[in-house]
């Protein structure tokens, strides 16, 4: 099986332990040369905190192992908002690995693409659509659950 | 005195902790009617994360008291990088008043202006040039300092 999708299926293990939560599901697990050095799943209504997305989670843990410049692929059920996308460039991550797109805040191109701003001292190397339908068909479900 | 200086006062005071302790010295304070529900320094170097920037760990202190969504004018002295200028539309910031500008990260305007996205869900007011001299001056002699 592709390597990408192998850790994006552990990405979505992340995101099934928000939506048992009762929270938006979206998971992320960072890679250092096969090695798993940071999980996260989304906890913002649990911990009451805007701060609580998945990919923080995870950047938080592997800062603890490498230090502020984690290097590392991050994959991601759903494409990053600007803050998370922010502390991916911050981070120095070098490869981005994301699963559903994310029209309404997603900041690697759907409505901004901090990526590609060169200025911001890092550039990421974006893969897209890696499970892509089981992470976005994770999306539908809790959204539709969300309705009377 | 003008109520958005006495606050970047403030800000600068947290800006001067960072300094102690060899940092890039950004400080952060946000207020809530008057009361003031968080206080940040940059201590990323210390800390060893990218995630730790005055404007996160001020939003991080204000969510245990006004949860996830804090509303507040924050102010920083130093124009928010991408992270942290998500982290403040995701916190649905009312007010964000900034000293000195980013010219190589500021995403309020310099680089990118994440403000101006109404797409985020969230807009929020920006002041800028509040003790702008002040905030400037305390960077440009850390960054003298580094020189040899």
């Known amino acids: 099986m592709d390597r990408d999708a192998y850790y994006m299926g552990l990405a979505l293990e992340e995101a099934r332990a928000s939506a048992a939560m009762g929270e938006v599901p979206i998971g992320c697990v960072i890679v250092d040369e096969d090695e798993i050095i940071g999980r996260g799943h989304n906890q ?35 494409e990053p908002c600007p803050m998370c996308m922010g502390a991916i460039l911050n981070a120095r991550v070098d490869r981005l690995v994301i699963g559903a797109e994310n029209p309404r805040f997603g900041a690697a191109g759907s409505v901004v693409n901090l990526a590609a701003f060169r200025a911001f001292n890092h550039s990421v190397d974006v893969r897209r659509g890696v499970l892509e339908e089981e992470c976005g068909e994770m999306m539908r479900t809790f959204f539709k659950s969300l309705r009377p």
């Open 44 to 78: 913002s209504e649990s911990m009451d905190s805007a701060l609580a997305h998945a990919e923080i989670m995870a950047i938080d843990e592997a800062s603890k192992k490498k230090g502020r410049r984690i290097g590392s692929t991050l994959y991601v059920t759903v």
